[in-house]
């Protein structure tokens, strides 16, 4: 087990590694004047200078590439002043640490996925349980059909729908923002609730379907059948032998989709407007703010790739067939 | 994917090496014969299974309708009379109020704007839609083409050569899955556009379009790339295909006459549930501003559109949202008949 951890947190860090090469030669090195990009359609000379000064544009770009990675392990030293450790350097848009910007709107991002993976998986295991239960019923079919329907929802339809009708005609709830849980556990809920509904909608779907046809598959199985045959209870056997096999694909793509929206949910954050990482990303796009999208870049990917060993690790522990070699 | 019984009548099918060929014909599976039996190929037999299946007629119907209307945009506007550049609302007084909506009520559909007018600048909302679903549409079905080209180009060489080509090809796969993509579409419009044009210059559209296709292209071919190994790696081993070899076939008439074949049903699946991925990311993309620029007509954008002026006019997103969700849905359904076409043993 360990070994297996060790092994792939290797090959993990040489992907984040090739990630962040890549990203930082086609920001930097590629465009012939990176300080001209990074200044923008209304660009000064004055701000072209100290933008050029600020990311050391005399050096060689793989000289650049290993400020960037030094000052990310050890922290780094700007004309401005001291960077400590996990230095990102400093926005171009307002001059603020990266990294400090990005340990900001992180939380938002946060609640944001886990409440709505608590909506996802309640709603999607249930409805593909039933329906697999169920199976060939109306419940089946009506299930089926929905989740088709709803996974072809878009969020930036739906989103503006579920805002015009809740909270401008009946007035049910507030605007959606983000209050830390800290502060006001009621608002972060209360705030939180109408993004927690429309981002599962893409995600609810994907689960039914896949809950529905795996439990079929682990309802086939001869362990299944031995229990059966030993005479014990449906129910226990649906729940304790069925459920627990049908439950490794299903953490497969949890694992997927919670680090893609940890990276930031972009559509979902723009739309109702929540200060999180996807927003981040889309704003400091918009503002060619170089610094930023790599950093967010980098911490997205980090998060993606995280998941993808902790749910090879997570095999294990469901399924005790799986060796990790 | 593609079950044993339909491997082996795609390999009866194609031409043995030396050209004498067996004379008898392949059973052509189930279907019932009534004096002797009548050979099928597997794309009719596909065809005869699609045609019962009436869920996949009807969604194949539909998409095939908004296709019609996304490549005859031009006509429609010109029996309609309207172009979506033309700011009516601007042009002519009465239509929209001091704020830039439209005075008439839901959006300001009437007889002479069967969709009413975009808030703002006042273009035909009809137009727009049938102008935008082209712009959308045919970017998507470039996208689909050239990620499923590079697919099989990937997949099929990992697999066939194996070994230390099949390793890099594989890693490559696995870096490339962990790009995080929507964050690098977003990221590298505008970085891959500035390669070409300076940042002070407004990028012209077909450059637009190319770098959208080239970073959406760059991102979407390794799913279907990773299923098609898998299938050539097993297809390698069957008796034709070592037969081919032992003949002497040359590898690319084996690749050609002997796999490719055999790997059409995934491919085809695939594409279909690939090509509304695209359809919604490149919508995605324009709705978070880093699409097609504002002078073309599209999709994503009358979404952004929307977005803005849904509190007074929430009219004007159900048309561009309607038009997704059918054509979503319908490709969706379309899918899964031609899967079940094709593969019938998969089930539901």
Known sequence: MLRFLVRRSLGAMVILLIIS?????????????????????????????VIRKNMGI???????????????FAGRDFAAGACPAPCFGYSFANQDPVWNTILDRFPTTV????????????????AGMIAAWKRGTLADKLFSTGSLVLSSLQIYFVGPLVLALLVFNLGLLDQPTYVPLSEDPAGWFMGLLIPWMVIQIIFTANYTRLSRSSMIEQLSEDHVRTARAKGMSGKFVFFRYAWRGSLIPIVTIFGVDLGSLLGGAMITEWTFSLPGL?????????????????????????FIILLNVIVDAAYAFIDPRVRLA | MTSPSQAAIAGAETPDPDGVGLTSEPSGGQEPAKDQLVGRSPGQLMWMRFKRDRTGVVSAFVVLTMFAIAALAPVISWLYGKDPWTRYGQIEPGLLNDNGYPVKPNGGIDGEYWFGLEPGLGRDVLTQLVYGMRTSLSLAVIITILSVLLAIVIGVAGGYMGGKTDYFLGRLTDLMMSFPNQLFFVAFVPVVGALVVSPQDEMPTWLRASVL???????????????????????????????????????WRIIRKELLPNVVTPILVQSTYMLPNFVTAVAGLSFLGVGMPASTPDWGRMFATGAEVYQSNITYMFFPGVAMVVFIVAFNLLGDSVRDAFDPKSGR
């Open chain 1, 21 to 49: 090469a890549v990203t930082f030669f086609l920001f930097y090195a590629v465009p012939r004047d990176p300080a001209m990009l990074a200044c923008g359609k209304n660009c000064t000379p004055d701000a072209l200078a």
């Open chain 1, 111 to 126: 609640s944001l996925t886990l409440g709505g993976a608590v909506v996802f998986l309640t709603i999607g295991l249930g």
């Open chain 1, 58 to 72: 005399d050096e060689p770009v793989p000289m650049q590439y290993w400020h960037f990675m030094v000052g990310i």
């Open chain 1, 278 to 302: 996807g927003r981040l990303a889309v704003e400091s796009v918009q503002n060619t703010d170089l610094p930023m999208v790599m950093g967010v870049m980098l911490f997205s990917a980090t």
């Open chain 2, 213 to 251: 296709i080239f970073v959406m292209w760059l991102l979407g071919w390794m799913t279907l790339a990773r299923l098609l190994r898998g299938q050539v790696l097993t297809l390698r081993e069957r008796e034709f295909v070592e037969a081919a070899k032992v003949a002497g076939t040359p590898p």
